[in-house]
């Protein structure tokens, strides 16, 4: 069973201030478990602990209590090298906004985090970016600036860049909201597309309901506790 779990988190909390008179506690006890392959959204209201839970689960913050495993890894028993040597080869990210450089072209954007993990570029960096790139469908844009590219192009690379070190994870944070929703449909598609292809599991917080639908799984959060967490009957057609 351990296997198929790209992510178990037990009775994980996260509170702020602790041992002072403000200490509060934004998470509450999650136990939460995605399989490998899993499409799942994260919804629920602002202040709801959406995005402290997403930083817990990308290694960028610790909880304060609990367990959380990675890839089988327990990442909470891991010094910050450890951490992110983890956080580096098993989770990708994807974001609102692109964060790409726009100085370097898509396909050096693409290769950034191979390139910051071998300290140089060589063949393989660059053929494994060409597929990418060619997988986002923006081969001849690969050497354009990314500030030459629309918004929906820039998010493409945002994705590819992602996918570069295979991780087993992608966590995107609102990937589709400073989309219109024609190019929102586009990436959404393209991030189902890589699910079902590389059956790497994908953790995606939206506030589109619409998109949510879509996934396999809903996860809402709600003043810190998992309110529900229901999968999903219409399943995407191919």
Not at 122 to 144: C, F, N, Y
Not at 214 to 233: P, Q, T
Request: include cysteine; charged fraction near 20%.
């Amino acid at each position: 069973m351990a296997e198929t779990q790209t992510l178990r988190l037990q009775g994980v909390r996260k509170a702020y201030g602790v041992g002072t008179v403000a200490e509060m506690e934004v998470l509450h006890g999650i136990d939460l478990t995605i399989q490998k392959g899993e499409f799942t959204a994260l919804i629920g209201p602002s202040g709801s602990g959406k995005s402290t839970l997403l930083n817990l689960i990308g290694l960028l913050d610790h909880p304060t209590a609990g367990q959380l495993f990675l890839t089988g890894v327990e990442a909470t028993g891991l010094d910050d090298a450890d951490l992110t040597r983890l956080r580096a080869t098993a989770i990708g990210f994807v974001f609102q906004s692109h964060n790409l450089l726009p100085a370097f072209t898509a396909e050096e954007n693409v290769m950034l985090p191979l390139l910051a993990a071998r300290g140089r570029p060589d063949k393989d960096m660059q053929k494994r970016a060409e597929g990418l790139i060619e997988a986002v469908g923006l081969t001849p844009w690969s050497s354009h600036l990314t500030n030459e590219l629309s918004g929906g192009q820039q998010q493409r690379v945002a994705i590819a860049r992602a996918l570069i070190m295979q991780p087993a994870l992608v966590l995107a944070d609102e990937p589709t909201g400073n989309l219109d929703t024609q190019t929102a449909d586009s990436v959404f598609d393209l991030l189902r597309k890589i699910n079902l292809e590389s059956r790497t599991s994908f953790l995606i917080v939206t506030h589109d309901k619409r998109l949510a639908q879509r996934c396999d799984r809903i996860i809402e959060l709600v003043d810190g506790r998992i309110a529900s967490d229901k999968v999903n009957a219409v399943i995407n057609p191919e």
